[in-house]
């Protein structure tokens, strides 16, 4: 499986940006979707996480700016990141969680997408 991570970029303080992750390859099925992200100097974080029935999870910090959504027909995840400030700047990784023919659930990352919010 392959995930290829993109609308990464740099805005202002305020402005919004769309992050969106295809997945490829080899599926069977995939459960979690999700963006992790990792600031300057610090350790990965959970951002938001999806559920293939729409269950969703999300950082505290997230504060009802960021919304996560997916299409598993396509097997995309996307984040909507609006009123973005300066620390929400770092690095964002989807994750996504993958189910085999055999129930072996594997876990995968995407190469990251930087994203920078000045102020």
């Known amino acids: 499986v392959q995930l290829q991570a993109s609308g990464g970029g740099l805005v202002q303080a305020g402005e919004s940006l769309r992050l969106s992750c295809a997945a490829s390859?080899?599926?069977?099925?995939?459960?979690?979707m999700g963006w992790y992200r990792r600031p300057l100097g610090k350790q990965r974080e959970l951002v938001a996480a999806?559920?293939?029935?729409?269950?969703?999870d999300y950082a505290d910090f997230v504060r009802g700016r960021f919304t996560i959504s997916r299409d598993n027909a396509k097997n995309t995840v996307h984040l909507q990141m609006n009123s973005l400030e300066p620390e929400d700047t770092g690095v964002y990784y989807c994750?996504?969680?993958?189910?085999?023919?055999?129930?072996?659930?594997?876990?995968?990352w995407g190469r990251g997408t930087l994203v920078t919010v000045s102020s």
């Open positions: 994750k996504v969680e993958h189910l085999d023919l055999l129930g072996i659930v594997t876990i995968y």
């Open positions: 999806m559920t293939t029935d729409g269950g969703t």
């Open positions: 390859g080899m599926i069977f099925k995939i459960n979690t």
